[in-house]
């Protein structure tokens, strides 16, 4: 799976309704390479379905702080890696030990599991701190 995968991936997360022709505009493709990708990873089991994702009122999703910890790399590089993430909400370089904060809204323990799983094995990660939101206070 290579980065237009990645991108095409992290498209359809965030909307799987998206036209190919939107998501061709987005990775720079064909419409048709496009569609061939989509159909490769539905047929090798990568795409298993499509769902309608319903909220309830009041729920509200996985807020949770990542703090990385990473050697050789360079804040905007690790960014980069980042937007294939739908729900990655912000990234800030900070002052002190820790290299970058990470803000996550996730849909579920679940997803947002599998997005800190390959946050963690970015080259050059060394830790990965996980903070969860239990209240936010907004002004």
């Known amino acids: 799976m290579d980065k237009f995968d990645q991108q095409i991936l992290a498209l359809l997360r965030a ?3 998206l036209p190919v022709s939107q998501i ?14 989509i159909r490769q990873l539905e047929h090798s089991g990568v795409i298993s379905g499509y769902h309608a994702h319903v909220a309830v009122p009041g729920e ?4 949770v702080y990542l703090e990385l910890f990473y050697s050789g790399g360079r804040c905007e590089h690790y960014v980069e890696l980042m937007r294939v993430f739908p729900e990655v909400r912000r990234c800030s370089g900070i002052s002190g030990e820790t290299d970058m904060l990470v803000y996550i809204e996730a849909p579920s323990m679940l997803r947002f ?4 799983g390959e946050i963690e094995n970015f080259p050059g990660m060394q830790k990965v701190k996980t903070h969860m939101m239990v209240k936010d206070w907004v002004f």
């Open 60 to 63: 509200a999703a996985i807020k």
């Open 113 to 116: 599991s599998e997005v800190r």
């Open 15 to 17: 909307d799987a309704r």
């Open 24 to 37: 061709a505009r987005e990775v720079n493709l064909s419409r048709s390479a496009v569609s061939e990708r």
